[in-house]
């Protein structure tokens, strides 16, 4: 009998619940304990954890956030944070972890992976733990989940969440397009994404946007005559609005940020155009979880109980000793796959940095 922890951390994404459920049942159905680790890394340090029951995650699917809570917890980037989780951890024979969140999260859960080892040996040595319990617990088995609205892990066609705020997203706009064309004015529209333009330029071709700004590609110094020229030639054939979309982290050659006040005072000045701004914020992250959204959570949480659960059985088997290797379950096409979480950490951080260089060169 084994116990697995589930936890959500970094910022909600619509559908996590479902991956929530989906850990829930697929452990107490297979004859383990579940703990429910509440506000993220956070619970993991403070002991906030319950012992999951089959109808604690009833009728969850359906709801938006978290409904275990999360958060971004500060203490966890430190290595005394992690000893402090991995302590409580062992207190309550909790060696399997499934951590579902965006890039940063799943990178703390790689750390706590890596140090685990050396923690159970320090923890013993300090007698804060048994070597009944030392020995129990020597390996951690990790299965990470990519939840996040930005839709950034660069092995995943989908991350839980994304799909849900796009819908947000082109609900928001669909609105917006009434009342601009009654003014006839230009909406600049504000996405999230932190440094991934997936947000902003799937959106953009959803809703038919005039332009948009996303931060793969930074727009030269010739953007406002760029975009300008592009709202002349369509208010010329009859367009009575334009949409404009800016993802969050777009800058300049200069990697100076471009936000919609900026572009919404180059379009007033050299058009003379009516122009609003709406920044549609956390109301992308809000409301119910679309039907693809629910059913990513559910089948990538039944996967990762399944990955954690074989990976004790790897440890017990002839290939013995060998350390495990914790997996993030990444959509490829219609297929929930597995890839190394280090792997797929490191990757992730050096298209952000290549992207980042490439810019300000
Ligand atoms: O990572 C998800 C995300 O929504 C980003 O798109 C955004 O930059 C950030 O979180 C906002 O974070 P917070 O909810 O802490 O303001």
Known sequence: NHGIGVLTSGGDSQGMNAAVRAVVRETLRQGHRCYLIREGYTGLITGNIDQATWEHVANVTHLGGSMIGTSRCDEFRTTDGRKKAAKIMFDRRIFHLIVIGGDGSLMGAQKLKEEWGRFGEEL????????????????????????????????????????TALHRICEAIDGLVMTAQSHQRVFVVEVMGRHCGYLALTAAIAVEADYVFYPEIPPDDKWPEQLCHQLESVRKYGKRQNVIIIGEGVTN????????KQVKEEIETRLGLEVRIATLGHLQRGGEPTFLDRLLGLRMGHEAVLEVLKTTEDVGSPIAGQKTVAQVMCLRGHNIERNELSRVIRQTETANEEMQQRNYD
């Open 253 to 260: 050659s200069k990697g100076m940020k471009i936000g919609g």
């Open 124 to 163: 013993f040595a300090e007698g804060k733990i048994t070597e009944e319990v030392a020995n129990e617990g020597r390996e951690l088995h990790l299965a990470g989940i990519v939840g996040s609205i930005d839709n950034d892990c660069i092995e995943s066609d989908k991350s839980i969440g994304s799909d």
